[in-house]
């Protein structure tokens, strides 16, 4: 399985972008979704993350209302929408899936570029 992010770009702060991660396979057999960041001499941070089995999606405390994680079986696509733009948001940002099934492993995308200039 393969994964592809799209959606990535220059906007300005205040401003919205909708990322796109489109699985080769099916989303079905995923047990968990989500989307990394990560900025330039820092960290890989959690940004979002959607799980089978959970009621609602998790964010991290710096995007909390105004990101919105969502996902798609039957297009085989997550979606991040990020509203409200902030410099600091600036990053690359990478999908990835996990399946349980034995044995359990990790999918990835390669990441796309999201820039905010102030």
């Known amino acids: 399985v393969q994964l592809v992010e799209s959606g990535g770009g220059l906007v300005q702060a205040g401003g919205s972008l909708r990322l796109s991660c489109a699985a080769s396979g099916s989303t079905l057999s995923f047990d968990a979704m989500g989307w990394y960041r990560q900025a330039p001499g820092k960290q890989r941070e959690l940004v979002a993350a959607i799980a089978s089995g959970e009621s609602s999606p998790r964010y991290a405390d710096s995007v909390k209302g105004r990101f919105t994680i969502s996902r798609d079986n039957a297009k085989n696509t997550m979606y991040l929408q990020m509203n409200s733009l902030k410099p600091e948001d600036t990053a690359v940002y990478s999908c990835?899936?996990?399946?349980?099934?034995?044995?359990?492993?990790?999918?990835w995308g390669q990441g796309t570029q999201v820039t905010v200039s102030s």
């Open positions: 990835y899936a996990y399946d349980k099934r034995w044995p359990p492993r990790d999918y």
